[in-house]
């Protein structure tokens, strides 16, 4: 069955990037079907979408988070990535990568999630 | 403050029936099909368990199901058990940025 896994520092300073990788097992990160995003949530708070990408490259962001974040994706590896540039204290969160279903017009459901990694920022 | 309106907290005794609101616009909920639903126990992650208003994902109890009236979007868990303790997410499309919504979750206490 679909799995996947985060990976990456637990803990990044102000300013610096902040940078994870979700690694996809029992099936293909090339699948034409999905798009691969994530999703954060700071402690004891809701969820926020982050940004998703196709494996072609093909990538969308949340407007508020656009300018600082890159998400790219290795198909050889079944991975793909996020950075977070100029990170504050308000980054501070549980990351979550997951598999993306889209419709014609945007995303729908995401499905399944990866077990999450706590990224805090602090010096 | 989230785009989408959840009750901050429901509880419901083993065997009752709750019903979890989530209400937003005609922009979002109201006018698209596409509404999902999380559950997220303490400390683990969210789990997708309905999407498309109304459908279970294979392995999601049949004691989950999803409707929609207008703008708000509803989860009912019937037979609650001490196992459906957890926290609740709806999830939308929004015509506008940034075209994914949450609701700001919901407690569910089984007593």
């Known amino acids: 069955q679909l799995q996947l896994q985060e990976s990456g520092p637990g803990l990044v300073k102000p300013s610096e990037t902040l940078s994870l990788t979700c690694t996809v097992s029992?099936?293909?990160?090339?699948?034409?079907?999905?798009?691969w995003g994530w999703i954060r949530q700071p402690p004891g708070k809701g969820l926020e979408w982050i940004g998703s990408?196709?494996?072609?490259?093909?990538?969308y962001y949340n407007p508020s988070l656009k300018s600082r974040v890159t998400i790219s994706v290795d198909t050889s590896k079944n991975q793909f990535s996020l950075k977070l540039s100029s990170v504050t204290a308000a980054d501070t969160a549980v990351y979550y990568c997951?598999?993306?279903?889209?419709?014609?017009?945007?995303?729908?459901?995401?499905?399944?999630w990866g077990q999450g990694t706590l990224v805090t920022v602090s010096s | 403050q989230s785009a989408l309106t959840q009750p901050a907290s429901v509880s419901g005794s083993p065997g009752q029936s709750i019903t979890i609101s989530c209400t937003g616009t005609s922009s979002d909920v109201g006018g698209y099909n596409y509404v999902s639903w999380y559950q997220q126990h303490p400390g683990k992650a969210p789990k997708l368990m309905i999407y498309?208003?109304?459908k279970r994902p294979s392995g999601v109890s049949n004691r989950f199901s999803g409707s929609k009236s207008g703008n708000t979007a509803s989860l009912t868990i019937s037979g609650l058990q001490a196992e459906d303790e957890a926290d609740y997410y709806c999830c939308s499309y929004a015509v506008s940025s940034p075209h994914v919504v949450f609701g700001g979750g919901t407690k569910l206490t089984v007593l």
């Open positions: 498309d208003v109304n």
């Open positions: 029992g099936g293909s990160i090339s699948s034409s079907s999905y798009y």
């Open positions: 990408i196709y494996y072609t490259g093909s990538t």
């Open positions: 997951a598999r993306v279903s889209l419709t014609a017009i945007g995303t729908n459901w995401f499905d399944p």
